[in-house]
Structure formats: structure tokens, C-alpha cells
């Protein structure tokens, strides 16, 4: 069973930067995928970054050139760095992180942090 937690949300400027981080219990490193995802009031929850265990990265539009998503093995965690966040970006953001079991995917969640873009 995998444990996820988020932390590093919080209340930031436009154009400011937060890292937020995912801190697994648990060991994740036979995961096939790590992912950020996050949902905004009134909207569904939507994938940012991904992270393949071999390592390809995908990024949404609107995260390219600003967001980075990364884990590390040693901490058994994944991080998310963000910057240049604009008040668009305000959201609550969960880690996400799965494989395949046979035919089925089994995947875990954390509760989510939120992060709030505002002047």
C-alpha cells in the first residue's frame, strides 16, 4: 500500500515560484508513472506534468518552460517546481503515481495541496 502526501502549497504572487513536493510511504520505485495533476474550483481535475519511469517528461501547454516535474529515488518522493505562476494556476494539485498490475492499473493519490496565485 502507498501513502501519498503533498506539501509546499501555499499563497504566492504573480510571477512568483512555489515547489511542491510528494512524500510517498511506501516504496513507489516499481511505479510506471508519477504524475502532477490539479483541479480548480468549479473544474475538473487535470493533468500539469508527467514523469515515465524510464524518464520521458510530458507537460501541458500551459506548464511548458514554467513547471518542472522530477522524483527522487533516495527520498522515495516526486517534486513539481513552478514558476512564473499566474492567478490561472490557482488549484488544488495532487500527485499521482500507478502501474500495471496484469491488465489493470492500480494508482494512488495524494489528498492535495493548494496552491492560491494572487496579488
Known amino acids: 500500500q502507498v501513502q501519498l502526501v503533498e506539501s509546499g502549497g501555499g499563497l504566492v504572487q504573480p510571477g512568483g515560484s512555489l515547489r511542491l513536493s510528494c512524500a510517498a510511504s511506501?516504496?513507489?520505485?516499481?511505479?510506471?508513472?508519477f504524475g502532477w495533476y490539479r483541479q480548480a474550483p468549479g473544474k475538473q481535475r487535470e493533468l500539469v506534468a508527467a514523469?515515465?519511469?524510464?524518464?520521458?517528461?510530458h507537460y501541458e501547454d500551459f506548464a511548458k518552460g514554467r513547471f518542472t516535474i522530477s522524483r527522487d529515488n533516495a527520498k522515495n518522493s516526486m517534486d513539481l517546481q513552478m514558476s512564473d505562476l499566474k492567478p490561472e494556476d490557482t488549484a488544488v494539485y495532487y500527485c499521482?503515481?500507478?502501474?500495471?498490475?496484469?491488465?489493470?492499473?492500480?494508482?494512488?493519490w495524494g489528498q492535495g495541496t493548494q496552491v492560491t496565485v494572487s496579488s
Open positions: 499521482n503515481v500507478k502501474k500495471s498490475v496484469g491488465l489493470q492499473w492500480v494508482e494512488y
Open positions: 511506501g516504496s513507489i520505485s516499481d511505479m510506471e508513472h
Open positions: 514523469l515515465s519511469g524510464s524518464g520521458f517528461t
